[in-house]
């Protein structure tokens, strides 16, 4: 049976730019900059999660006394400081091609990110995509950021598509988490997934289809990728 999606959610970082070291860097920068030091297993906490489940984890406002919004604003002047250094947004091999793929064959895009609303367009002016997409939902739009579903769920009904003819594209463990319990269909990409000995490493193993990357997906792969056997490896 060749069954192609009927929508597809998009993660944004780690997924299409590869922005989570660079994200992690500069929260890390701006913690230091109050006198507090992130240790291996905090700063691989930021990968994959939303600012809220960030701003909790990393106990912000009783270490600092500070809301979430001091804590993203934080962030983007460091980010502003690592730019003038040649730090940046790198766009991930094939995701441009992706989203091509899907317009082509009049699938409808949403990304779905724990990253805000002003960061996804940022990156979005780096992909040049946006106007393809039919809307985009950020850590603002949603309660409970990744693993929960919420994300993903609220894309799928302001779609109005059933979340089990949805696929997603995701990097993190926490992404993949939040795929799965909305019962969608998960494709894994390990384009910028450290390796298994890094602090920061996802584990990918849940995921309905596991890819080196982006490049040369086909409507094949999608339809296997909504059909084919669990947690096997493209061959």
């Known amino acids: 049976m060749h ?9 944004l970082d780690g997924t299409l730019v590869d922005s989570e070291s660079f994200h992690a860097e500069s929260i890390a920068r701006y913690m230091a ?12 906490f930021v990968i994959g999660h939303a600012w809220q489940e960030i701003h909790a984890e990393l106990k912000v406002r009783e270490r600092l006394g500070e809301d979430l919004l001091a804590l993203q604003a934080g962030s983007t002047h460091a980010k502003i400081a690592m730019r ?3 730090l940046g947004l ?5 995701a441009r091609e992706l ?16 990253s805000s609303r002003a960061e996804i367009a940022e990156a979005l002016d780096e992909l040049g ?4 997409l039919e809307f985009w939902l950020g850590a603002e739009d949603y309660p409970h950021g990744k693993p929960a579903p919420d994300g993903y769920l609220r894309a799928a009904k302001r779609l109005a598509i059933a979340p089990a003819r949805t696929l997603v594209f995701e990097d993190s463990h ?3 988490a939040s795929g799965l319990a909305a019962g969608m269909r998960v494709v894994a990409t390990a384009a910028a997934n450290p390796p298994a000995s890094d602090p920061g490493h996802q584990d990918q193993s849940r995921a ?3 890819l080196p990357d982006l490049r040369g997906i086909d409507r094949a792969l999608l339809c296997r990728a909504m059909t084919g056997v669990e947690m096997t490896e493209p061959g």
């Open 99 to 114: 989203v091509d793929l899907l317009c082509e064959l009049s699938i409808p895009i949403a990304i779905v990110s724990g």
């Open 174 to 176: 926490a992404g993949i």
């Open 90 to 94: 790198q766009v991930l091999a094939g």
């Open 129 to 132: 995509f946006a106007k393809r």
């Open 33 to 44: 900059s109050r006198g507090v030091t992130l240790d291996e297993r905090e700063r691989a």
């Open 208 to 210: 309905h289809l596991r």
């Open 3 to 11: 069954v192609l999606p009927h929508a597809v959610l998009l993660d």
């Open 84 to 86: 003038k250094e040649g």
